[in-house]
């Protein structure tokens, strides 16, 4: 018996939910439905570094285990032909802090190369950054890894269907399983109140060649950091950025491009000769915690399964994988116990 699956999202959680749901339950036909696609979401903004951020107080052992579960996938990708089309990449550089934290971040030992600067380093390198590390890392570019991964989505027989929703009931009558994954529309879609937006915005210049391939530099500052990213060609660098809670505003701000402008050239001077190419602005679907669940829901008047994606703040590109892998699971057990009532139960 085939079940269907709508997936509610095609940002990089709801593409990659739906993806591994058709892949991995032979028995499921998928549709991914949303009103955004690419080059329209989210991460498709964002220049892709994995490193986990924004993350509430979503526990640190899932944390480590839906993001080693995608570094694995991200390497997987970067050590195979498909890389340069799937935007995976990988880059060295440096986090700088304001101040020298407690310890080191949890999840060191899983990227490469992690140090230590020496203070002569920082001194001449950084004059007046009192720490910082260098690593290597994985990133992943959306606007070049969603278009690849909808492709093989929809090779194995995924659907699409373009609508925007207002309430989960325009769709109960469709679906056996409803994968929630609106990222931070759902705190109007499901009100759920803990969901809010975390404001990002990024200007993009040509890369200039004396530029470092990457920079993130932390500042508890009242809603900014400073970050420069490389475009997998490196022809291009990504720089911001803001961290503003409860902003809503998806449009470039003009005082919050010229602050970014100073804070990047102040430690790459020599992006004072490139040229801006884009500037772009985006909300993080930022929460409490994580939600991966599942529950029996009434939804448009009948008692539907539901699994829920979503809420992983500045960390959708870093854990995605993972957790579509655990939502996969969600929806295994959920079609089960659909198996198990019956199909008259089903409907």
Not at 17 to 36: F, G, H, L, S, W
């Amino acid at each position: 018996m085939v079940y269907r699956v709508g997936v509610v999202g095609a940002g990089v959680i709801g593409l990659s939910t739906a993806y591994n749901i058709k892949d991995r339950i032979p028995d499921a036909e998928v549709t991914i439905v949303a009103d955004r696609f690419s080059p329209n979401t989210t991460g498709d903004g964002t220049g892709g570094l994995w490193m986990p951020y924004m993350l509430g107080s979503t526990p640190t052992e899932s944390v480590m285990k839906w993001g080693k579960r995608t570094w694995d996938h991200l390497i997987k990708i970067l050590r195979s032909p498909e890389a340069d089309a799937a935007g995976v990449s990988i880059h060295s550089g440096h986090i700088l802090y304001e101040q020298k934290p407690e310890q080191d971040p949890f999840w060191k030992d899983m990227v490469f190369h992690f140090k230590h600067f020496t203070q002569r380093e920082l001194d001449i390198l950084f004059p007046g950054v009192k720490f910082g590390v260098h690593a290597t890392m994985m990133f992943c570019l959306c606007l070049r890894y969603l278009p690849w991964l909808m492709q093989r989505y929809k090779a194995i027989g995924g659907r699409v269907m373009k609508q925007r929703l207002s309430s989960l009931d325009e769709i109960a009558d469709l679906y056996d399983v409803i994968v929630a994954c609106p990222g931070v529309r759902a705190r109007h879609l499901l009100d759920d109140k803990e969901v809010y937006p975390i404001r990002g915005q990024i200007v993009t210049f040509t890369n200039p060649r004396s530029a470092m391939s990457y920079l993130d530099t932390e500042n508890p500052d009242g809603g900014s950091d400073t970050y420069l990213l490389p475009s997998p060609s490196a022809e291009y660098i990504h720089c911001g950025g803001t961290a503003q809670v409860n902003n809503w505003n998806e449009e470039s701000d003009p005082e919050d491009v010229k602050g970014i402008i100073e804070r990047c050239t102040k430690l790459v001077p020599s992006l004072k000769s490139a040229k801006v190419v884009s500037t772009w602005a985006g909300l993080r679907p930022g929460r409490s915690s994580i939600r991966l669940e599942k529950e029996d829901k009434m939804i448009g008047g009948k008692l539907k399964k539901v699994v829920y994606n979503y809420g992983h703040g500045g960390s959708g590109i870093t854990l995605h994988w993972g957790c579509s892998l655990e939502a996969t699971e969600l929806v295994r057990q959920s079609i089960a116990e659909l198996q198990a009532i019956g199909p008259t139960s089903k409907l």
